[in-house]
Every structure is written in C-alpha cells, then in structure tokens.
C-alpha cells in the first residue's frame, strides 16, 4: 500500500525561486494537512483541508499556498522561496474525527540558499 | 497557553528498563483525542498510542501504555522493558473536534536508550 506520498525527498531552492511540494494519499481520506518541522519546535501546521475544494490555514501559513482540487492530492506551493522555509516538511492524511490516526508521508527535506 | 507541553526536552533510560515520558494538554472541548508518535533518526512519524478524551481505560499497544489522567490534563507515554530501538524523537499531539480535528503537536521529547 502506498498511503501518503510526498514528492521531492530532498530539494535545494534558491531564495526568491517558487516550487510544489506533491502529496497523494490512496486511503479516501477527506482530511489532508502540510506540517513543517524545525528543531526544536515541533511539528507546525501551516495548511490542510478536509475535503476536496475546501482548504483552510494553520498555525504557519504565510508564504505558502494550497489548493485540492481531487481527494487523492494536495500540493503545497511555496510563492517565492526565503532562508526561513528551510525546514523538514510533511504531508498527512486521515478520516475526519478527533479520534482517528494520522498517517505521515515519509517528509520533504528543503533547502533554500 | 501551549496546546502540548511536554516537559523533558531530553530523557535517558537503561535498557530492559521502563521510562515515562511526560505530556499535558491544554483544552476546554469536551471531545478530543490523544496521540503518540515515534520519530527516529531516519525521520519518519510513527504512529505509537491513541487516548479518547471518553475513553473509561489508559490505552495500551504492546509494551506501550499510556497514562491518562483526565482531570489533570496529562498523557503521559510509558514504554516498558525499553530497547535500543526505542532510542528517538517522541512527539504527543491532540485532535480537537472544536478545531476541526487539527492535529497539535508538542516540541517533543528525545529519548536515548542506553546499553
């Protein structure tokens, strides 16, 4: 089973350059979500969705943009690339509900120079 | 207020032995769920123990439980006769159904299992 796929594993930007960082997930959920991780902080929201065509901010989302247009994917566009956006970065997926599990993608490691 | 507040920035236990690591949580819904998570060097998020806010007993998965302590707000992890394997990043999180289930995380506590 392929679960979350995120897409590049690794990738160097240089400031001011724009990139999509892909998600798709195969399990039907309705629920998506982008996570960044710096050290030391955690892991942060900075967009998700709970369904097709309805996408709403988390707790980081400035200088990134989302849209899902399918349930299957939902892509992370980041507008113009800064120092600040280097970071770990993970796509998940999960039914609606305070009580089901999250499933992660295996995370996108970007650089931005 | 922090959502998670997990206290130990760094934890070392002896292997074979038990170790509890600390979570409290901040809410007022009635309705939320408990989770956590296993990162090892690799990167990966492993999914380890979930905890419902009604849930009547501690969950428990293989030689992982979770103490739950409702009016105290914690859900404290412990991880029984630990391994070298059990040597990572552990995160607690919190679904909330007010906050249209996002799911929360705290800084997370590294644990170093030693030989």
């Known amino acids: 089973n392929a679960g979350v796929t995120q897409t590049p594993k690794f990738q160097v930007l240089k400031t001011g350059q724009s990139m999509t960082l892909q998600c798709a997930q195969d399990?039907?959920?309705?629920?998506m979500s982008w996570y960044r991780q710096d050290p030391g902080m955690g892991l942060r929201l900075i967009h998700y969705?709970?369904?097709?065509?309805?996408?709403d901010q988390g707790e980081v989302p400035n200088g990134y943009n989302v849209s899902r247009s399918t349930t299957e994917d939902f892509p992370l566009r980041l507008l113009s690339a800064a120092p600040s956006q280097t970071s770990v970065y993970f796509c998940?997926?999960?039914?609606?509900?305070?009580?089901?599990?999250?499933?992660f993608g295996e995370g996108s490691w970007l650089t931005v120079v | 207020a922090q959502k998670i507040t997990q206290t130990q920035p760094g934890m070392f236990v002896q292997e074979k032995e038990a170790v509890t690591l600390d979570c409290t949580y901040d809410?007022?819904?009635?309705?939320?769920?408990l989770f956590w998570y296993k990162q090892p060097s690799s990167g990966e998020m492993i999914f380890l123990i979930y905890?419902?806010?009604?849930?009547?007993q501690n969950a428990t998965e293989g030689r992982y439980s979770l103490n739950f302590q409702k009016a105290r707000k914690s859900a404290n992890l412990v991880i029984s006769a630990s391994q070298l394997g059990d040597s990572a990043m552990y995160f607690c999180?919190?679904?909330?159904?007010?906050?249209?289930?996002?799911?929360?995380f705290g800084k997370g506590t590294l644990l170093t299992v030693n030989p």
């Open positions: 399990m039907n959920h309705e629920y």
């Open positions: 969705s709970v369904g097709a065509g309805i996408t």
């Open positions: 905890q419902g806010s009604y849930d009547q």
């Open positions: 998940a997926s999960s039914e609606g509900g305070s009580g089901n599990t999250i499933y």
């Open positions: 809410t007022s819904d009635p309705s939320y769920g």
């Open positions: 999180a919190m679904r909330e159904r007010g906050s249209n289930y996002k799911l929360t």
